[in-house]
């Protein structure tokens, strides 16, 4: 469409809220254009303000497994809304979701709801320094676990894209307990949690980083890092805001089949709605108040419309072969992916894990932060605002992934293949 209302409603946007967005990354600042305004989505479409249709790869960040207005979850939430919005008291849909989370994740015994993969993440470092009484946290450069305080040092996602190690308003007495080492390195992992002289109270880790781009755990490293953590009594968070019900219907820790002690979740369980969660040992989460003297509260936490979202995703993803299909469908693709790369010749490094991928452009593996940080993140703009043009919507920025869903079918696919090889030809022309 040769209208222009994205743009209209982006300098509207920028009078009333920061840099026109409510998540930096959408201002797609690192792909050197201006985002278009998404008005509908059905299935695997996105429409935009000007009645442009794409084809979506970033699934609002994960959430959209089972692609967009599921029939199923539509319903569900709406049944939920002529019953009230939310209530500020428990309900019975928190029970029912907080049962299919602690059948489908064997490691979590006792769930806690809140509203963001930060509000989990966040809670669960805080209960693990409640817990051990010790107050370090050791993550890993380029892995992303939201904007709290203590994880703004060396973050992933939306912090790289923008350039900006750690953050201003991050108090200095608060980054002095948060140690980041290399993602994968194992010989710096033994040194840092062997180090006596940091009282650590737990490591969280992506188990396949999403936030540095695609990178997936190197073969011994979950295994290392769960054998250190359990003999040096530190606690083990798995972030699974994205793997969680992604890799899996027992997401990642199932996927690897290592047990962590705590585990964040978010996206996927809220069907699309705000939902994040911490659970682990009861051991641990009994420490939370009300039963214990960890603080952790929440307006809206359990909210009986996201409750209702979350239930309806997670019945649809018990589907018998659900996970087997979406794998083999996202292998198929990056195959494809990888091959037009190498017939066009242009290089570029494909990581994917399950139905998560990242293609980097470098020619070099790419294994931790500092390798990501080599792949050409201009050469993705341009492949990004290429892709565009031709109704392919990709994350706008080299260090996040690309999701494959539920609803993407064969011929989306195909086009997309077609559109790469296209864009990659365009590339080498420049
Ligand atoms: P939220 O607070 O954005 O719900 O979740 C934070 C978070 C925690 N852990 C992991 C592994 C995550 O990936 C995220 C958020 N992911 C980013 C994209 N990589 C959300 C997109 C955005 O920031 O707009």
């Not at 009484?133 to 993550?139: I, P």
């Not at 450069?141 to 912090?159: N, P, R």
């Not at 949690?193 to 969280?204: E, F, K, Q, S």
């Amino acid at each position: 469409m040769e209208t222009n209302i994205s743009k209209t409603l982006f300098e509207k946007a920028k009078k009333v809220i920061p840099g026109g967005v409510n998540s930096p990354v959408r201002a797609c600042r690192s792909v050197g254009c201006d985002p278009v305004f998404i008005t509908r989505a059905e299935q695997a479409t996105l429409e935009d303000a000007d009645g442009n249709q794409y084809l979506d790869f970033v699934g609002s960040w994960g959430p959209m497994i089972l692609g967009h207005s599921h029939p199923d979850i539509v319903a569900a939430v709406t049944k939920a809304a002529e019953s009230g919005t939310s209530f500020g008291a428990p309900t019975p849909l928190e029970i029912d979701l907080a049962e299919m989370v602690t059948e489908a994740v064997p490691s979590i015994e006792k769930v806690r709801f809140v509203n963001s993969g930060t509000e989990a993440t966040m809670s669960a470092v805080r209960l693990a320094r409640g817990y051990t009484g010790k107050n370090v946290v050791v993550k890993f450069d380029g892995c992303y676990h939201g904007h709290a305080d203590s994880f703004l040092v060396k973050a992933g996602s939306g912090v790289i894209t923008l350039g900006i190690p750690g953050s201003p308003g991050v108090p200095e007495d608060i980054v002095r307990n948060t140690v980041s080492i290399p993602y994968n390195s194992l010989e710096i992992l033994e040194k840092t949690l062997r180090d006596t002289a940091l009282d650590i109270a737990c490591v969280i880790v992506e188990p396949v980083a999403g936030n540095m781009g695609c990178v997936p755990p190197s073969p011994d490293f979950l295994s290392s890092l769960r054998k250190l953590t359990k003999e040096l009594g530190i606690v083990l968070i798995f972030d699974e805001v994205i793997t969680g019900f992604r890799l899996s219907y027992g997401g990642a820790q199932e996927f690897y089949n290592i047990t962590p002690d705590l585990t964040c979740l978010g996206k996927i369980i809220g069907g699309g709605l705000p939902v994040g969660a911490y659970g682990g040992k009861a051991e641990i989460m009994n420490n939370i108040a009300p039963d214990g003297p960890v603080y952790q509260a929440g307006t809206l936490s359990g909210n009986p419309l996201a409750m209702a979202a979350g239930l309806a995703a997670l019945k649809l993803l018990q589907a018998p072969g659900f996970y087997k299909e979406l794998n083999e469908k996202s292998a198929e693709f990056a195959d494809r992916l990888s091959g037009t790369a190498a017939q066009v010749g242009i290089p570029v490094t494909l990581n994917r894990v399950g139905s998560v991928m990242t293609g980097f452009f470098t020619d070099e593996k790419v294994y931790d932060f500092d390798s990501a940080m080599k792949a050409d993140a201009d050469r993705y703009g341009q492949h990004y605002r290429q892709m565009l043009s031709q109704g392919i919507y990709m994350a706008p920025s080299q260090f996040e992934v690309a999701f494959i869903s539920a609803a993407q079918r064969k011929e989306d696919l195909d086009r997309a293949i077609k559109m790469t090889e296209w864009s990659f030809k365009k590339l080498l022309e420049k």
